[in-house]
């Protein structure tokens, strides 16, 4: 990129993955600007932010705005609104997979670019001695671990399922699983996670929780696992697809978000997925590799010295 197109990342501050990526790009690239009035380009990497930075910027600057997924449930009258005042400032889109391209372009005339995010290959990565990680973290080593590492309740009270990752339909897939597996143990991350603790427990079903953590160790988590659920009903990502693939973890989605670009067709199910899906991680790790940092963000750079 010119040395004229500085890029200024909106910045999120949510503890979400939108600022890892921010965090990630700017150590990358050298091309960015913590400041506005020194940019050419304005990525808002959290769309929802928009209203943040002043109509004087948005106007007198290339906006490129990422769409990371569409809650079609929750897709109100306000929020196609919000759509398209904001879409008045956008020059174009970037989406992280086909089915939020699929959404996006029936609801703006403006190019769209279909790229995932890149995955940390020097965060995620396969640990060959996973005997001995499972002892660090005192993981029977003859357990069936399988692992989610999300939010899944909602923040308004804490307690009603965040519906569109699907925590309903892990804890359903659990229960058949623990039909086969006796000696069964779900590992859980993130935060936000009293929906699945209170149905575990009302099962009782072990598992083990972390809540805020460190991303080396949900890496070893990772690798602590003979299986990673994917059960959202709507996705962006989620980013553990990617994640999982570059570390070799055993992977089985339903049919959302990224699952098509980087699973095998029989690795994805939408009805009882640990019985009709069976991970593939040879298959997932090579079509992931080629994302690692940096050719990953390649497709972005290309990206913005795009001109209408």
Known sequence: MQDNHKIYINNPRESWITDRFRKEWMENNKNTSKFLSKSSIIWLIAPWQWEKISTHHLKSKKVVCTIHHIDETKFDKKEIDNFEKRDFFVDYYHVPSIKTFNQVKNLTSKKIFTIPFWVNQNIFKDIKDKTNL????????????????QRDTEGHDLQSPKLSKGPDIFIDNILELRKKEKNLLVLLAGHRRHYVINELNKHNIPFMYFERTSLKIINDLYNCLDL???????????????????????IISRDVGLAREFLHANSIANDNLTTNAKPDTSYAYEKTKHISIPNGMEKFNKMFLYEN
């Not at 499972?134 to 590492?149: H, L, N, P, Q």
């Not at 959202?232 to 994640?243: F, L, M, W």
């Open 134 to 149: 499972r002892e660090v973290y005192k993981i029977d080593k003859d357990a069936f671990t399988v692992g989610s590492f």
């Open 228 to 250: 990673y659920l994917v059960t959202s009903r709507v996705e962006g990502g989620p980013a553990a697809i990617t994640e999982c693939a570059i570390s070799k973890t055993p």
